[in-house]
Every structure is written in structure tokens, then in C-alpha cells.
């Protein structure tokens, strides 16, 4: 029997993990990958003995973005990255969310760990918001979030060129976030994640409404800006070209 391509097991006493391991689409957002997340943070979000989140994925992967038959299905003005919710599913969990990126973060799968409180970086792994490789403007709130988490100039520049950052660069960048050897990364978070633990868990969902209502007050403007900018710029006749030469290069 398989596994299932979204696992959740309790680590420790209220401590959850979230472990992404779509191992035959590479963590990439397939409908099972989609729906397991989706459903994994609807049981957490429900269960009052938990008190924080760990957020990973498998091998070298964090999350891949959208796989290559999504994309093409959008860019034939098919339907709209917001269909499905998966960008808000950090920020508008109750409890703090501890995004532990211990592999690559491509395009959406990059902005998908963004909107978690916390986050620990790689320094082998690559991180990249790549929408624009593909010729259509960014997604998942990204244009949001990211200059607000990595600061407008840095944020620019990744969306602008697509270019893919090694953590290490990132780190010689000042990004605002831990970035240490790949094979540190969980050991770090279960660390993190049993200090918050300590604390009431109605002080920490407390302190995290407060802290994020920007961004969750924010956000929904900020998606219908994106799927404007995807209207102008998805239905390019090259851009179902970039996507089917491009795709996983």
C-alpha cells in the first residue's frame, strides 16, 4: 500500500507535523498533494491539543509548485490558481506554523513556506519564485508576501528575474530567517517547535492573530490583483510554449 502524499503525525505533546511526500510528482501540486494539505490543516486546525505546526517535506524537496498540466490547463484560461486555497493555509491556521524548507522551494512551493510564521532555510537547497521563467506574472500572493518576509528589493528581484537563489546566497543576501545545513533543519524546528510548546496554546493562537492581521486582512486584495495580472498575461500564446519547453528544467 502506498503512503499517502500528505502525512500528519504528533512529534511530540502538542507539537504536529506536516510532512509533504509526494515522492512520484516531486512535491509538486497534485491533486493529491492539494488535497491532503488542504485536509491536514483542516485536522489541525480542529484539534485543540495542538499547539504548533511543523511544515516539511521529503529528500531535498520542500514543494515544487504547480505541476506541468496545471499550468497549462491555466494557461488556457481553464480556471485560476485561486480555485484552490492553498497559499492561505499557513497564515490562517490558528496555531504558529513552523515552515522547515530542508529542500527546494520552486515557485509556489517557495510561497507556500513564506506564509508560515517561521521559517528555516537550507543553504544547499534552491529556492525560486519562477513564474516568470514560464512568462506569466506570480501567484499565490506571492507579490504579497514576499516583499514583506525578504523586503521589496530582494523580493523584486527574485520575481523579476526567476533566477534560482541557493540558500547560502540567500543568507549572504539577509534574508530574516535561519539558514543552516540541510541535515540541521528538522533537529532545529522540533527544537523551536517544543519552546513554543511550552507556552498556553490560547496565548500563542492570541499573539498570532495579532501579529498577522496585516497580512491576512491584506491578502484576498492582493489575489485578485494576481489573477487581474493573470488574466492580462497567462493566455500568451508563448507562454503555453515556455511551459511545455521549460517545465522542470
Request: aromatic residues 10%; glycine residues 10%; contains cysteine.
Amino acid at each position: 500500500m502506498s503512503e499517502p502524499a500528505v502525512a500528519v503525525s504528533e512529534v511530540s505533546s502538542g507539537v504536529v507535523q506536516i510532512t509533504m511526500q509526494d515522492k512520484v510528482n516531486k512535491n509538486t501540486f497534485s491533486a493529491a498533494l492539494t488535497d491532503g494539505l488542504i485536509d491536514a490543516f483542516s485536522q489541525v486546525g480542529q484539534n485543540t491539543e495542538y499547539k504548533v505546526v511543523i511544515l516539511t517535506g521529503f529528500d531535498n524537496y520542500f514543494a515544487s509548485g504547480g505541476t506541468q498540466e496545471d499550468l497549462l490547463y491555466l494557461s488556457g484560461g481553464e480556471g485560476k490558481f485561486s480555485d484552490r486555497d492553498l497559499y492561505s493555509l499557513a497564515l490562517n491556521c490558528p496555531i504558529p506554523v513552523i515552515a522547515a524548507m530542508q529542500g527546494h522551494g520552486i515557485g509556489g512551493g517557495f510561497v507556500l513556506g513564506m506564509f508560515a510564521d517561521i521559517v528555516i532555510l537550507s543553504r544547499e537547497s534552491i529556492y525560486t519564485t519562477n513564474f516568470m521563467k514560464y512568462g506569466f506574472t506570480p501567484g499565490m500572493g506571492a507579490t504579497f508576501v514576499l516583499p514583506k518576509k525578504l523586503g521589496f528589493a530582494l523580493a523584486e528581484e527574485m520575481m523579476l528575474s526567476a533566477k534560482n537563489y541557493r540558500g547560502a546566497e540567500l543568507q549572504q543576501r539577509g534574508v530574516p530567517f535561519r539558514v543552516m545545513p540541510r541535515a540541521e533543519v528538522m533537529e532545529y524546528a522540533y527544537e523551536l517547535a517544543s519552546t513554543l510548546a511550552e507556552k498556553p496554546r490560547y496565548s500563542l493562537v492570541t499573539l498570532k492573530d495579532h501579529l498577522v492581521s496585516e497580512l491576512r486582512a491584506g491578502l484576498s486584495q492582493a489575489i485578485k490583483s494576481e489573477v487581474v495580472m493573470h488574466d492580462k498575461t497567462f493566455n500568451q500564446p508563448q507562454v503555453k510554449e515556455r511551459i511545455a519547453e521549460l517545465f522542470g528544467r
